[in-house]
């Protein structure tokens, strides 16, 4: 179901199931739960892609039909894409090519997407008796506003590359020849900052608003004792 790189800064993960349109199965999210043990222990970046012009056409639906209450109670994929959501360091989506239900809602629990100029986003769930319950209902309208949320959700339309930027439901779109080059450069200008401020920083963009500034203040007395901020601000100030 996927491929793992692991880099000393990152993880690449690329699903890969060509039959299934790389479709999610119990299979994979197992898989997927092992990569995000393995960046809880050990925080790195996270890139999330798809092969063969495709990144995730949803879940499997001839495991998803046979599904009853208690499988639904289990939240075998909304569980999944809230541990990915809360990886301690930043999380990038690569979608080439279509990112469908399930899929959709991987792309949306990381904390940033970009995509080719041929990828789409789409759920259809409505049209398959359920709803689309593994994150789109919260995170699709904190990306694109409820409004434009309600009407993705409620007809099941597709969004091409071009309507998805302008929605800022992600933040690059490139020919699909350059979709990996683009996402590890965007990677590498995460990976230019300080590791302990990054993972500070996402925590407290993820934060309850009520949690600040508390939260900033805190994190900002944690980073002001860093040695690392002591010796990037020297090297700042010795620049010629």
Known sequence: MIRVEERPDRVVVTLDRPD?????DADGVDALHDVCAAVERDPRLLLLTGAGGIFAA???????RERGRLDALAAINSGLFSRVAALPMPTLAAVDGPAIG???ELAYACDLRVCSDRAYFAQPEVRLGIIAGAGATYRLPALVGPAVAKELLYTGR?????EA???????????AGELLRTAH?????CAAGSPLALRLTKLAVDAS???HPQLDLLSQAVLFEDDEKR????????RD
């Open 58 to 64: 949803g879940a499997d639906i001839a495991q998803l």
């Open 158 to 162: 597709r969004v091409d590359a071009a």
């Open 165 to 175: 930027l302008a929605l800022r439901l992600v933040s690059r779109v490139v020919p």
């Open 20 to 24: 299934k349109h790389d479709a999610m």
């Open 231 to 238: 010796e990037r601000m020297t090297r700042f100030l010795q």
């Open 185 to 189: 450069d965007l990677l590498d200008e």
């Open 209 to 211: 608003p009520a949690a």
């Open 102 to 104: 399930g899929g959709a």
